[in-house]
Nanobody, 120 residues
Framework: QVRLVESGGGLVQAGGSLRLSCAASGIMFSNNAMGWYRQAPGNQREFVAT???????NYTDSVKGRFTISRDNPKNTVYLQMNSLKPSDTAVYYC??????????????WGKGTLVTVSS
């Protein structure tokens, strides 16, 4: 079965740092684009960062220069290094995996999330 398990969330003061991890199993990790999304209470889930299987990255404007997505294919793990955290970063962070097959069919999986709380 496919599993995406996030870890590394917690409580941190504004200006601090956290590194989130997402361990994947049941997928061909190196063939998947990986991403991070977040959802704050009362808000829609929003895109944070993605990395393609080829290593190309994309970030939402609010985290550019502060967050870095990376992946370790032999460990089947994707990371999100979060620096200079702000209270507005408080949210549940979700790991996403997406595989686009040769015929154009795409399939996605989601983790259950890890909570990040940034205090003032």
């Amino acid at each position: 079965q496919v599993r995406l398990v996030e870890s590394g969330g917690g409580l941190v003061q504004a200006g601090g740092s956290l590194r989130l991890s997402c361990a994947a199993s049941g997928i061909m990790f190196s063939n998947n684009a990986m991403g991070w999304y977040r959802q704050a209470p009362g808000n829609q889930r929003e895109f944070v960062a993605t990395m393609t299987s080829g290593g190309n990255t994309n970030y939402t404007d609010s985290v550019k220069g502060r967050f870095t997505i990376s992946r370790d294919n032999p460990k089947n793990t994707v990371y999100l290094q979060m620096n200079s955290l702000k209270p507005s970063d408080t949210a549940v962070y979700y790991c996403n995996a997406k595989n686009v097959y040769r015929n154009g069919y795409a399939i996605e999986y989601w983790g259950k999330g890890t909570l990040v709380t940034v205090s003032s």
